[in-house]
């Protein structure tokens, strides 16, 4: 779905992605999320959260 947006750009466009609170389900498998990590998958991936 999402990857659709990003689809006219390489899979190696961004060197690192960060994403904020990721806990909130990106790393589940059917998240939006999982499938712009998937498709950019050569950049260097770090997720967040400040949860305790």
Request: hydrophobic share 40%; net charge negative; with cysteine.
């Given at each position: 779905?999402?990857?659709?947006?990003f689809?006219?750009?390489?899979?190696?466009?961004?060197?690192?992605?960060i994403?904020?609170?990721?806990?909130?389900g990106?790393?589940?498998?059917?998240?939006?999320?999982?499938?712009?990590?998937?498709?950019?998958?050569?950049?260097?991936?770090?997720?967040?959260?400040?949860?305790?």
């Amino acid at each position: 779905m999402w990857v659709g947006a990003f689809c006219n750009l390489p899979r190696d466009f961004f060197d690192r992605i960060i994403i904020d609170e990721r806990y909130q389900g990106s790393a589940t498998d059917d998240s939006n999320w999982r499938e712009i990590l998937e498709y950019f998958n050569t950049s260097a991936q770090l997720g967040l959260s400040i949860t305790l």
